[in-house]
C-alpha cells in the first residue's frame, strides 16, 4: 500500500555513467516533482509535471531529464554524472488546485545516489 | 521568489519539554504553509499545514501558528517523546505560483533527549 515509491533506494556508479531513477505514486495525484537534497539537507525542486505536461523546470543542467510515461509515473535519467550529482533524490506528487492553488505533497523515501 | 528562513538549525530538548521552530517568508501573496519530518534515511512526511486564512492550528500535540502581518509562522510541539527527534522543514507557497511550487526553509535538527 505504498504511496510514493522510488527505485532504486541506493544508487552507486562512477562520472560519465548515465543512469534513471524511477518513481510511482497510486494515491491517484496529477501532479509529480523532483526534489534534490544536498549534503546539508537543503531539498530544492528540480522539475514538475501535472498531467504528464512539465510545469516546473529549475535551473538544472541539461544532463537531467525527467520523463512522465502517465500521471501516476514520473522518472529522471542523468546523463555524463559528475561528482556534484551526487545527492539523495526525492519524488513527490500531489492533487494540482485550480488558478495556482497548491495541496498537499507527499513524498516518497527518496534514492540515495552516489557518484564516485 | 519566496525566501524562507528557519530556525534554529540544531535544538536540544529533554523529553517532556515543549520545543518551538520558527519561519520567516518574504512573499506576503504566500498563503499556505507546510511542516514536514524527516527522520534519517527517509522522505520528509508532512505532519501539519495551515492556509493563510487561520491563525493557528492543533493537532494533538502539534500546532503551528501564523502571523501574517510579521510573516511568520511556528511549530510547536508540546510533551515531546524521543520517537519526535527528526529534521523538521517548514515551507511557505505562493498564491497564484507556477503550480506546486513549495519553498523549504534549511530544516531543524530536534533531539529530544529520554
Known amino acids: 500500500d505504498t504511496a510514493v515509491s522510488q527505485t532504486p533506494k541506493y544508487l552507486v556508479t562512477q562520472m560519465g555513467n548515465d543512469k534513471s531513477i524511477k518513481c510511482e505514486q497510486n494515491?491517484?495525484?496529477?501532479?509529480m516533482y523532483w526534489y534534490k537534497q544536498d549534503s546539508k539537507k537543503f531539498l530544492k525542486i528540480m522539475f514538475s509535471y501535472n498531467n504528464k505536461e512539465l510545469i516546473i523546470n529549475e535551473t538544472v543542467p541539461n544532463r537531467f531529464s525527467p520523463k512522465s510515461p502517465d500521471k501516476a509515473h514520473l522518472n529522471l535519467h542523468i546523463n555524463s554524472l559528475e561528482l556534484g550529482d551526487s545527492a539523495v533524490y526525492f519524488c513527490?506528487?500531489?492533487?494540482?488546485?485550480?488558478?495556482?492553488?497548491?495541496?498537499?505533497?507527499?513524498f516518497g523515501p527518496g534514492t540515495r545516489l552516489t557518484v564516485t | 521568489g519566496e525566501n524562507v528562513e528557519q530556525h534554529p538549525s540544531t535544538l536540544s530538548v529533554q523529553e517532556g519539554d515543549s520545543a518551538v521552530i520558527k519561519c520567516t517568508y518574504s512573499?506576503?501573496?504566500?498563503?499556505?504553509f507546510p511542516w514536514y519530518k524527516q527522520e534519517l534515511g527517509k522522505g520528509p512526511q508532512l505532519i501539519i499545514d495551515i492556509r493563510s486564512n487561520v491563525g493557528e492550528k492543533k493537532d494533538q500535540r502539534i500546532a503551528v501558528t501564523l502571523n501574517k502581518t510579521a510573516k511568520h509562522f511556528s511549530l510547536h510541539i508540546t510533551e515531546t517523546q524521543p520517537e519526535d527527534s527528526a529534521v523538521y522543514f517548514c515551507a511557505a507557497s505562493t498564491r497564484g505560483s507556477t503550480l506546486g511550487r513549495l519553498y523549504f526553509g534549511r530544516g531543524t535538527q530536534l533531539t529530544v533527549w529520554p
Open positions: 512573499d506576503s501573496a504566500s498563503n499556505y
Open positions: 513527490a506528487s500531489s492533487y494540482a488546485s485550480g488558478a495556482g492553488g497548491i495541496d498537499e505533497q507527499y
Open positions: 494515491l491517484g495525484h496529477d501532479t
